[in-house]
Antibody
Framework: QVQLVQSGAEVKKPGASVKVSCKASGYTFTSYGISWVRQAPGQGLEWMGWISAYNGNTNYAQKLQGRVTMTTDTSTSTAYMELRSLRSDDTAVYYC????????????WGQGTLVTVSS | QSVLTQPPSVSGAPGQRVTISCTGSSSNIGAGYDVHWYQQLPGTAPKLLIYGNSNRPSGVPDRFSGSKSGTSASLAITGLQAEDEADYYCQSYDSSLSGQGVFGGGTKLTVL
């Protein structure tokens, strides 16, 4: 069955970087894209960006441009999201989700990774 | 503020019909981008409820339906059940933001 398994919770200090992984299984990884979405405590969903697992093309949220990088490793069917220069308002649960093509909905989601930014 | 506007909360009694609106603009919903809807139960990842404005993934009951008109979209839930109590989010894409994805602020559905 299709599954996305994310890496475990992280605690980071302000100014540090975090890299969250998302390992896919149950489908041909390079056939679809991966979106990243985050949710601050008690808040709504925020779209972070999308990466094509086929050719690595990306589209990032404007507010995160310059701080976020999304990559894939097709040899291990794993997607990565790195966020740099962390601030306290980056504290959130980070989700990866299969997004078949840019503009489509996201059908399968990872379990989420809590990233806490605190001094 | 979110690019897509949803009511913060709606409520209904079991068996009733409720609708949740999602209001956008000419650069997102009105530009022809599809609208997708998600249901999020407390402490869980979002679940795709409606994709492409009005399509249901397999396994989603036909009590859930979506529509789109102009710069707005709606999610309708008929035959309300206690387990429908959750947060609901609409999502689309926006050409004024370099085509990035955008979510509504979310709507909390309470089943009375």
């Amino acid at each position: 069955q299709v599954q996305l398994v994310q890496s475990g919770a992280e605690v980071k200090k302000p100014g540090a970087s975090v890299k969250v992984s998302c390992k896919a299984s149950g489908y041909t990884f390079t056939s679809y894209g991966i979106s990243w979405v985050r949710q601050a405590p008690g808040q709504g969903l925020e779209w972070m960006g999308w990466i094509s697992a086929y050719n690595g093309n990306t589209n990032y949220a404007q507010k995160l441009q310059g701080r976020v990088t999304m990559t894939t490793d097709t040899s291990t069917s794993t997607a990565y999201m790195e966020l740099r220069s962390l601030r306290s308002d980056d504290t959130a649960v980070y989700y990866c989700a299969i997004t078949y093509y840019y503009g489509s909905g996201s059908d399968y989601w990872g379990q989420g990774t809590l990233v806490t930014v605190s001094s | 503020q979110s690019v897509l506007t949803q009511p913060p909360s709606v409520s209904g009694a079991p068996g009733q019909r409720v609708t949740i609106s999602c209001t956008g603009s000419s650069s997102n919903i009105g530009a022809g981008y599809d609208v997708h809807w998600y249901q999020q139960l407390p402490g869980t990842a979002p679940k795709l409820l409606i994709y492409g404005n009005s399509n249901r993934p397999s396994g989603v009951p036909d009590r859930f339906s979506g529509s789109k008109s102009g710069t707005s979209a709606s999610l309708a839930i008929t035959g309300l059940q206690a387990e429908d109590e959750a947060d609901y989010y609409c999502q689309s894409y926006d050409s004024s933001l370099s085509g990035q994805g955008v979510f509504g602020g979310g709507t909390k559905l309470t089943v009375l």
